[in-house]
C-alpha cells in the first residue's frame, strides 16, 4: 500500500506516536519523487548539498531545504505534465502575486480521505440538509483563487440545501450582496434546519456588526455552526477578542461558543488546522510545524517566535513537501493546552514583513533559475 494512502487512512489524526516512521518515510519518498521529476526541485536539493541520507529521523526533518510561498507567488514548479493536473488555484492576492498551484488526482483523493477523517474527529461532518452563508466570492468560471475553492469545499461537509454568497458573480467581477444574506439569515431563521456560515472572520464579525446594529437578533437551528478562515488581513485593526467575538455571534445568531470552528490553511500548504476548544491549532500526523529563524531559517526553540514552516508528503503534483510561511508563530508542547489532543501547538502572532523573507526567496529563486538552464 502507498505510503500516503497509510497515514491519511489512520482513523486518529493526532496520534503522532504510532505513525512517526511512517510520515517520515512517506517524506523521505516525497522528496525523492520530486527530485527526480522536477529538475529546477532538484538543483535547488544539489544547491543546497542535500541527500535523503539528511533526514533519518524526525528531528531532522527541518534539513529538507524549505521553499518560502512567497517564492511560489513569482515562480511555477510542478513535477508532473499540466494534463494530469486536476484541480488548479491561486492564492489570494494582486494579479501578479498570486500563486499558482495544482493538484493531481491521486492527492485529491488522500487529500479527500484526509479531510473526512480529519472533519469527523472534530464532528464537523453531518447528514442534515443546511444552509449556508458564504461570506466571500460566488465560485465563477473568471477565477481560481484557492479561498473560493476552499469555501465551497467545506459547503460540502453537510448537504448544501442554499448557499447565499456575499460577494455574487456578476459574469465579469463582484458585487456585494448584503441585502441577499440578510434576507437568506431571516429565512433560514424561520427554518427548522441548520445554518452554516463560511468565511472569513473580518466579513464574519461586519455581518454580526451590522445585525447588531440594526438590533437584528435570530435564533438559528441548535446545529448551527459558524466555520471561519483566512485570518483577518487587510482589516487586522479590527480584530478583536476571540471569547468576545463569540459573545457577539451567540447574541445576534444564538450559536454557542462550541460551535464556532477556527481554521488555518494555505493555497502552497492545502492542509487544514483547526483549533480546539481553547483556542490553539494542534498539528496532525499529516504535516509537522516547524518554527524557523526570520533570517537564518534555522529551527528556534520552542517558545520563540519565528516564520512558520510545514512538512507534509501529501502534495505529488508540485514540490510543497517543505514550505515556509510569512505568518510569525510559536509552537507549545500540547500537553499544556489542556484540550485532551497531546500533539504540538501553534499561535499566530502575526505577520512577517516582505522584507524579513525576501533574502531567502531570492536564494530559491536563483537556484531554480539555475536549475532551469
Same mark, same amino acid.
Given at each position: 500500500?502507498? /505510503?500516503?494512502?497509510?497515514?491519511? /487512512?489512520?482513523? =486518529?489524526?493526532?496520534?503522532?506516536?504510532?505513525?512517526?516512521?511512517?510520515?517520515?518515510?512517506?517524506? &523521505?519518498?516525497?522528496?525523492?519523487?520530486?527530485?527526480?521529476?522536477?529538475?529546477?526541485?532538484?538543483?535547488?536539493?544539489?544547491?543546497?548539498?542535500?541527500?535523503?541520507?539528511?533526514?533519518?529521523?524526525?528531528?531532522?526533518?527541518?534539513?529538507?531545504?524549505?521553499?518560502?510561498?512567497?517564492?511560489?507567488?513569482? =515562480?511555477?514548479?510542478?513535477?508532473?505534465?499540466?494534463?494530469?493536473?486536476?484541480?488548479?488555484?491561486?492564492?489570494?492576492?494582486?494579479?501578479?502575486?498570486?500563486?499558482? !498551484?495544482?493538484?493531481?488526482?491521486?492527492?485529491?483523493?488522500?487529500?479527500?480521505?484526509?479531510?473526512?477523517?480529519? /472533519?469527523?474527529?472534530?464532528?464537523?461532518? +453531518?447528514?442534515? %440538509?443546511?444552509?449556508?452563508?458564504?461570506?466571500?466570492?460566488?465560485?465563477?468560471?473568471?477565477?481560481?483563487?484557492?479561498?473560493?475553492?476552499?469555501?465551497?469545499? *467545506?459547503?460540502?461537509?453537510?448537504?448544501?440545501?442554499?448557499?447565499?454568497?456575499?460577494?455574487?458573480?456578476?459574469?465579469?467581477?463582484?458585487?456585494?450582496? =448584503?441585502?441577499?444574506?440578510? @434576507?437568506?439569515?431571516?429565512?433560514?431563521? @424561520?427554518? &427548522?434546519?441548520?445554518?452554516?456560515? !463560511?468565511?472569513?472572520?473580518?466579513?464574519?464579525?461586519?455581518? *454580526?456588526?451590522?445585525?447588531?446594529?440594526?438590533?437584528?437578533?435570530?435564533?438559528?437551528?441548535? =446545529? +448551527?455552526?459558524? $466555520?471561519?478562515?483566512?485570518?483577518?488581513?487587510?482589516?487586522?485593526?479590527?480584530? *478583536?477578542? &476571540?471569547?468576545?467575538?463569540?459573545?457577539?455571534?451567540?447574541?445576534?445568531?444564538? *450559536?454557542?461558543?462550541?460551535?464556532?470552528?477556527?481554521?488555518?490553511?494555505?493555497?502552497?500548504?492545502? /492542509?487544514?488546522?483547526?483549533?480546539?476548544?481553547?483556542?490553539?491549532?494542534?498539528?496532525?500526523?499529516?504535516?509537522?510545524?516547524?518554527?524557523?529563524? !526570520?533570517?537564518?531559517?534555522?529551527?528556534?526553540? %520552542?517558545?520563540? !517566535?519565528?516564520? $512558520? +514552516?510545514?512538512?507534509?508528503?501529501?502534495?505529488?503534483?508540485? %514540490?510543497?513537501?517543505?514550505?515556509?510561511?510569512?505568518?510569525?508563530?510559536?509552537?507549545?508542547?500540547?500537553?499544556?493546552?489542556?484540550?485532551?489532543?497531546?500533539?504540538?501547538?501553534?499561535?499566530?502572532?502575526?505577520?512577517?514583513?516582505?522584507?524579513?523573507?525576501?533574502?531567502?526567496?531570492?536564494?530559491?529563486?536563483?537556484?531554480?533559475?539555475?536549475?532551469?538552464?
Amino acid at each position: 500500500m502507498d /505510503l500516503r494512502r497509510k497515514l491519511f /487512512l489512520r482513523k =486518529n489524526p493526532y496520534d503522532l506516536r504510532k505513525t512517526g516512521d511512517l510520515f517520515l518515510k512517506a517524506v &523521505r519518498n516525497d522528496v525523492a519523487f520530486h527530485a527526480e521529476n522536477c529538475p529546477e526541485y532538484a538543483q535547488i536539493l544539489k544547491s543546497f548539498d542535500f541527500s535523503i541520507d539528511d533526514i533519518d529521523s524526525e528531528e531532522m526533518l527541518y534539513k529538507v531545504p524549505v521553499i518560502p510561498t512567497l517564492y511560489y507567488k513569482r =515562480n511555477y514548479l510542478c513535477s508532473m505534465p499540466e494534463k494530469k493536473l486536476a484541480v488548479k488555484a491561486t492564492s489570494s492576492g494582486t494579479k501578479g502575486s498570486q500563486s499558482r !498551484v495544482g493538484f493531481d488526482k491521486k492527492t485529491l483523493f488522500y487529500g479527500i480521505l484526509m479531510m473526512i477523517r480529519y /472533519l469527523t474527529f472534530h464532528k464537523l461532518i +453531518s447528514l442534515l %440538509p443546511t444552509n449556508y452563508i458564504v461570506l466571500g466570492y460566488e465560485p465563477s468560471k473568471h477565477t481560481q483563487m484557492g479561498a473560493i475553492k476552499t469555501a465551497y469545499g *467545506i459547503t460540502k461537509f453537510a448537504p448544501a440545501l442554499h448557499r447565499e454568497y456575499a460577494l455574487k458573480d456578476t459574469g465579469t467581477g463582484y458585487e456585494l450582496n =448584503n441585502e441577499g444574506i440578510k @434576507k437568506a439569515l431571516i429565512r433560514y431563521s @424561520k427554518s &427548522r434546519l441548520p445554518v452554516r456560515l !463560511v468565511g472569513f472572520p473580518s466579513y464574519m464579525y461586519f455581518l *454580526i456588526k451590522t445585525l447588531k446594529e440594526n438590533q437584528i437578533s435570530l435564533k438559528l437551528n441548535s =446545529n +448551527s455552526k459558524v $466555520l471561519l478562515g483566512g485570518g483577518w488581513k487587510q482589516f487586522s485593526d479590527e480584530e *478583536i477578542d &476571540r471569547n468576545l467575538f463569540f459573545e457577539l455571534i451567540h447574541y445576534t445568531l444564538g *450559536i454557542e461558543k462550541h460551535n464556532c470552528f477556527e481554521f488555518y490553511s494555505a493555497v502552497e500548504h492545502p /492542509l487544514p488546522y483547526v483549533k480546539c476548544k481553547n483556542g490553539h491549532f494542534h498539528v496532525p500526523i499529516y504535516s509537522r510545524a516547524i518554527i524557523r529563524d !526570520v533570517k537564518t531559517l534555522e529551527p528556534v526553540p %520552542p517558545g520563540c !517566535v519565528g516564520l $512558520l +514552516s510545514f512538512v507534509s508528503p501529501l502534495v505529488s503534483s508540485m %514540490p510543497l513537501t517543505s514550505v515556509v510561511t510569512d505568518d510569525l508563530a510559536v509552537v507549545y508542547d500540547g500537553e499544556s493546552c489542556g484540550c485532551g489532543i497531546s500533539t504540538p501547538y501553534f499561535e499566530l502572532k502575526g505577520r512577517a514583513g516582505v522584507n524579513q523573507i525576501k533574502t531567502c526567496t531570492s536564494d530559491a529563486s536563483e537556484l531554480a533559475r539555475k536549475g532551469a538552464k
